[in-house]
T-cell receptor, first 114, second 117 residues
Framework: AQKITQTQPGMFVQEKEAVTLDCTYD???????LFWYKQPSSGEMIFLIY??????QNATEGRYSLNFQKARKSANLVISASQLGDSAMYFC???????????FGAGTILRVKS | EAGVAQSPRYKIIEKRQSVAFWCNPI?????LYWYQQILGQGPKLLIQ????????DSQLPKDRFSAERLKGVDSTLKIQPAKLEDSAVYLC???????????????FGPGTRLTVL
């Protein structure tokens, strides 16, 4: 069964600095997808970035990049130039090889300081 | 394009009462998901529909939870009777298909926060 581990319950970062949120995963599937979602205090889940297991290049979306290390089974999210609006809960999730079901980690709460 | 709609946004009930949540997915999305998010945890899939058929309900407590998507569009999730441990945010999501393919990401609604007293 798939498992996602986010070991950082909470993180602080200074505005305009970069921050890395850790995510490790466990799966026996050969093909899988990794997602990061942002959940502000309002509650909705906002899709940030996607990495396929066969993608050779790390995914990037604006200020978000995913540091994918397949051999180490890690998929860390890097947020560059943090903004106050980045303060939220961040979830790493895995999609299994078949079907579109997502398995989520416990999340990391990020606080950006001015 | 309108997003996933859910109602109500908040609900407070007493244990053993019944409650129902409604979800309207993004137009054209064939796949609909209900997740339960307990405070301090990540969302957990309760049930996945493909059109009006159930794809996965392995984690749905079927003795008290039920869900339907009769016309393949909107869906309702019901809890009867509610327990204290059902207090959570119930998130609805939709995607174009139920396949594990790139760019088939799930889009989430704002959620319904349920408090069971």
């Amino acid at each position: 069964a798939q498992k996602i581990t986010q070991t950082q319950p909470g993180m602080f970062v200074q505005e305009k600095e970069a921050v890395t949120l850790d995510c490790t995963y466990d799966t026996s599937d050969q093909s899988y997808g990794l997602f990061w979602y942002k959940q502000p205090s309002s509650g909705e889940m906002i899709f940030l970035i996607y990495q396929g297991s066969y993608d050779e290049q790390n995914a990037t979306e604006g200020r978000y990049s995913l540091n994918f290390q397949k051999a180490r089974k890690s998929a860390n999210l890097v947020i560059s130039a943090s903004q106050l609006g980045d303060s939220a809960m961040y979830f790493c999730a895995m999609r299994e090889e078949y079907g579109n079901k997502l398995v989520f980690g416990a999340g990391t709460i990020l606080r950006v300081k001015s | 394009e309108a997003g996933v709609a859910q109602s109500p946004r908040y609900k407070i009930i007493e244990k053993r009462q019944s409650v129902a949540f409604w979800c309207n997915p993004i137009s054209g999305h064939a796949t609909l998901y209900w997740y339960q998010q307990i405070l301090g945890q990540g969302p957990k899939l309760l049930i996945q529909f493909q059109n009006n058929g159930v794809v996965d309900d392995s984690q749905l407590p079927k003795d008290r939870f039920s869900a339907e998507r009769l016309k393949g569009v909107d869906s309702t999730l019901k809890i009867q009777p509610a327990k204290l441990e059902d207090s959570a945010v119930y998130l609805c999501a939709s995607s174009l298909w139920g396949l594990a393919v790139p760019y088939n990401e799930q889009f989430f609604g704002p959620g319904t926060r349920l408090t069971v007293l």
